[in-house]
């Protein structure tokens, strides 16, 4: 090689201060690399802080009606979203309305977040859980037992209505008619048996009720709401 190219080759060598200068800029790379790795990374610390939050000094071990409206407020969803139900079943929730510490880090580990917004990217998960015809029956049943008021056995009316319509209102096409029957009927709760045949009974009856077996073994309130339901439909073709 020509003794001018030599020269001109070792000149176009880094110095050490630019060699210095590159190591810094790649460990400082490889620190905040690190960095957001521990920020992605699910932290039960960091989640019992979160929890704190939401808790008052009176009792720090219980997120109540306050803290939840806050929650709900940082996640951006109304308390009334099915989500929030889908995320009390996953917390293993016990009253509508609290979070207790202990379900806070069992849900919330398992879902493995730490920050609202972690929360917020897992919202439409909860939401398509309901679209897996088992898990909605489980999440059906359990909020039978998680809206009633625990002092009573049943499920009083007006909460009965309100827990249909979040989860039956846009998928059973005789929930319009159903609430209508129950404006108007006697009943002023619904109990166990009562709520999971409503299920049943929107998964297996058509519309038309042709293949409702009065003689079955369903709830003297569906035999009722057949015939209401029935009833009405003739009044509406004789008119």
């Known amino acids: 090689m020509p003794r001018g190219k030599r020269r001109h080759a070792i000149d176009m060598r ?30 039960q610390k960091r989640c019992l802080a979160w929890f ?15 803290g939840m409206e806050k929650f709900c407020e940082d996640i951006g969803v109304e308390p009334e979203n ?3 139900l889908v995320l009390a079943y996953k917390m293993g929730a016990k009253q509508m309305g609290f979070f207790t510490q202990s379900e806070w880090l069992k849900g919330l580990t398992d879902l493995q977040c730490d920050t609202a917004s972690k929360v ?32 009573q056995r049943s499920m009083d009316i007006e909460t009965a209505k309100a827990m ?12 319009a008619q159903f ?4 404006e108007q ?19 297996t009856i058509s519309n038309d009720l042709t293949n409702y ?22 009044q509406s073709t004789i008119s």
Request: glycine share 2%; proline share 4%.
């Open 213 to 234: 077996d009065v003689d079955g073994a369903w709830p003297v309130m569906l035999d009722e709401f057949v015939e209401w339901l029935r009833q009405l439909r003739a």
């Open 179 to 182: 609430a209508q029957f129950l």
């Open 82 to 84: 099915v989500a929030m």
């Open 120 to 151: 917020q990217c897992k919202l439409e998960y909860l939401r398509c859980m309901l679209n897996d015809p088992n898990s909605f029956k489980i999440i059906y049943r359990y909020a039978y037992d998680f809206a009633r008021d625990k002092d």
């Open 14 to 43: 880094p110095s050490e201060e630019d060699q210095q200068s590159t190591k810094r800029q790649r460990n400082s790379y490889q620190s905040s690399r690190r960095y957001s790795k521990s920020e992605d990374a699910f932290s």
């Open 164 to 175: 249909l319509q979040l989860l039956l209102g846009k998928h059973w096409p005789l929930y």
């Open 185 to 203: 009927s006697k009943y002023k709760v619904i109990n166990k048996d009562q709520w999971c045949n409503i299920l049943e009974f929107s998964r």
């Open 52 to 66: 704190r939050e939401y808790t008052t000094p009176d009792d720090t071990d219980t997120l109540g009606p306050e």
